[in-house]
């Protein structure tokens, strides 16, 4: 599979520049071809076995794990199906345990998702946050060991900041927190999908990621990574049912069986699963995102962020020539699929969303801690063909806004 075929997969394409996946992404021609095929399953039983029906349905679930641990480099084991980033971040932020002076480390830049959790934890246990300052939109790594004191248990951080795309430099991240015996979380909604992430090359002890954005999946179904080491070093949220290694014979014979007790001794699974919410799930959401994430797989994630960087390489480019400010940080080293710009004021900025999606030219304006502006998210289904008609429109705004002032 090759990028010039993948955008055939995105039908909608054809009428309008699609630049938006850090909001919500496009998902592919083949998961809704896959939506719909369950809907009509879900609405018709085929198989006139209800009971077989749904444990089919865990099966063809649980076949999302592989292709997301194939993505990052991680064991199957590793991988928990999550609603959402947000789900995946206040488990693991629940699971460690923490006493009233304990610190944890977040930047303020950060999307309020990685904040919360541990804003309520500090009303509930007294423990101390401490907000690492942006840089002119940088997060510096000496500013994050500067922040770790002898009472810091953990770094929360996004890899890919949601405003102006900052790529932290995860690996070094990884080193610091590892030398000082910190737990790295790293939200990684805005990278994985686009930006490669190996967990062999860069430890963290656990990511949460959502499904919508650069996966493109349809909603409420991401996933959690959690290395083994975090695992056996904390407290699992409580267990649902299939949390419980599968019993001989399987859940069919299980349940039929006239002698079961709710009340015993349980083995829960000794992996990542048990952390998922353990009931009837969101068979859809996992279905699709095992179809997007496999698109990804085929042409290669390596491929992919070769391709979105230079998307990006282009775009800065085509944005500077019409005269705009680039909020992003310019550091290839530090920059993702996403690129911010601004016209200077928060006004000029949302009269140029509007007249950009009134020419179906889609982008969103997004701020924290006062960095922010127009963004612009560049997937391996954009071109350089959708980047030439942001500049142009963009262009012909900043001339009518001239010429009426002028
Ligand atoms: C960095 C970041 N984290 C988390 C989220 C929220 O993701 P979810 O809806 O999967 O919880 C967003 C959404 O914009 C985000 O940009």
Redesign the pocket.
Same mark, same amino acid.
């Given at each position: 599979m090759t990028i010039d075929d993948a955008r055939k997969e995105f039908p909608a394409l054809q009428n309008q520049v699609f630049l938006d996946s850090a909001c919500v992404s496009l998902p592919p021609q083949r998961a809704t071809d896959k939506l719909r095929a369950f809907l009509d399953m879900a609405a018709s039983c085929p198989s006139g076995n209800a009971s077989q029906q749904h444990l089919d349905m865990d099966a063809r679930r649980s076949a999302a794990r592989a292709p997301l641990a194939k993505l990052i480099n991680a064991g199957e084991d590793d991988i928990a199906l999550m609603e $959402? %980033? %947000?789900h995946g971040l206040s488990l693991v932020a629940d699971a460690i345990p923490l006493q009233r002076g304990d610190r944890v480390v977040v930047c303020d830049l950060e999307?309020v998702?990685?904040a919360i959790p541990w804003v309520q934890k500090r009303q509930e246990t007294g423990i101390e946050i401490d907000i690492v300052p942006n840089r002119n939109g940088q997060l510096l790594i000496e500013d994050i060991d500067a922040a770790i004191t002898a009472r810091t248990r953990v770094v929360a951080i $996004?890899s890919v900041q949601?405003n102006n795309g900052f790529l932290c430099d995860l690996d070094a991240l990884s080193r610091l927190c590892r030398e000082r015996g910190v737990f790295l979380i790293a939200?990684a909604?805005?990278q994985i999908g686009a930006i490669p992430l190996d967990v062999q090359k860069t430890p963290v002890d656990a990511i949460a990621c959502?499904g919508h954005k650069w996966l493109m999946a349809p909603f409420g179904c991401?996933f959690l990574y959690l290395s083994k080491e975090f695992r056996d070093r904390v407290k699992p949220p409580l267990a649902g049912y299939l949390s419980e290694v599968e019993p001989e014979g399987g859940w069919a014979a299980y349940f039929e069986t006239p002698t079961i007790k709710p009340v015993r001794d349980y083995d829960f699974v000794p992996n990542a699963r048990r952390w998922e919410i353990g009931g009837t799930a969101n068979y859809p959401g996992a279905i699709a995102l095992a179809e997007s994430v496999g698109l990804i797989n085929e042409i290669g994630i390596g491929k992919v962020g070769e391709h979105v960087l230079c998307l990006t390489d282009y775009l800065i480019d085509s944005l500077q020539q019409q005269g705009v400010e680039i909020v992003t940080p310019l550091d290839r080293r530090n920059r993702s699929s996403i690129v911010t710009f601004t016209l200077g004021d928060v006004k000029k900025n949302v009269a140029l969303l509007d007249y950009l999606q009134q020419r179906k030219v889609l982008v969103s304006l997004r701020y924290t801690s006062s960095i922010g502006g127009l963004r612009v998210a560049c997937h391996l289904f954009n071109n350089r063909e959708d980047i030439g008609r942001l500049a142009e429109v963009t262009g012909e705004f900043l001339r009518r806004g001239a010429k009426a002032t002028g």
């Amino acid at each position: 599979m090759t990028i010039d075929d993948a955008r055939k997969e995105f039908p909608a394409l054809q009428n309008q520049v699609f630049l938006d996946s850090a909001c919500v992404s496009l998902p592919p021609q083949r998961a809704t071809d896959k939506l719909r095929a369950f809907l009509d399953m879900a609405a018709s039983c085929p198989s006139g076995n209800a009971s077989q029906q749904h444990l089919d349905m865990d099966a063809r679930r649980s076949a999302a794990r592989a292709p997301l641990a194939k993505l990052i480099n991680a064991g199957e084991d590793d991988i928990a199906l999550m609603e $959402s %980033t %947000t789900h995946g971040l206040s488990l693991v932020a629940d699971a460690i345990p923490l006493q009233r002076g304990d610190r944890v480390v977040v930047c303020d830049l950060e999307f309020v998702a990685v904040a919360i959790p541990w804003v309520q934890k500090r009303q509930e246990t007294g423990i101390e946050i401490d907000i690492v300052p942006n840089r002119n939109g940088q997060l510096l790594i000496e500013d994050i060991d500067a922040a770790i004191t002898a009472r810091t248990r953990v770094v929360a951080i $996004s890899s890919v900041q949601w405003n102006n795309g900052f790529l932290c430099d995860l690996d070094a991240l990884s080193r610091l927190c590892r030398e000082r015996g910190v737990f790295l979380i790293a939200d990684a909604i805005q990278q994985i999908g686009a930006i490669p992430l190996d967990v062999q090359k860069t430890p963290v002890d656990a990511i949460a990621c959502g499904g919508h954005k650069w996966l493109m999946a349809p909603f409420g179904c991401g996933f959690l990574y959690l290395s083994k080491e975090f695992r056996d070093r904390v407290k699992p949220p409580l267990a649902g049912y299939l949390s419980e290694v599968e019993p001989e014979g399987g859940w069919a014979a299980y349940f039929e069986t006239p002698t079961i007790k709710p009340v015993r001794d349980y083995d829960f699974v000794p992996n990542a699963r048990r952390w998922e919410i353990g009931g009837t799930a969101n068979y859809p959401g996992a279905i699709a995102l095992a179809e997007s994430v496999g698109l990804i797989n085929e042409i290669g994630i390596g491929k992919v962020g070769e391709h979105v960087l230079c998307l990006t390489d282009y775009l800065i480019d085509s944005l500077q020539q019409q005269g705009v400010e680039i909020v992003t940080p310019l550091d290839r080293r530090n920059r993702s699929s996403i690129v911010t710009f601004t016209l200077g004021d928060v006004k000029k900025n949302v009269a140029l969303l509007d007249y950009l999606q009134q020419r179906k030219v889609l982008v969103s304006l997004r701020y924290t801690s006062s960095i922010g502006g127009l963004r612009v998210a560049c997937h391996l289904f954009n071109n350089r063909e959708d980047i030439g008609r942001l500049a142009e429109v963009t262009g012909e705004f900043l001339r009518r806004g001239a010429k009426a002032t002028g």
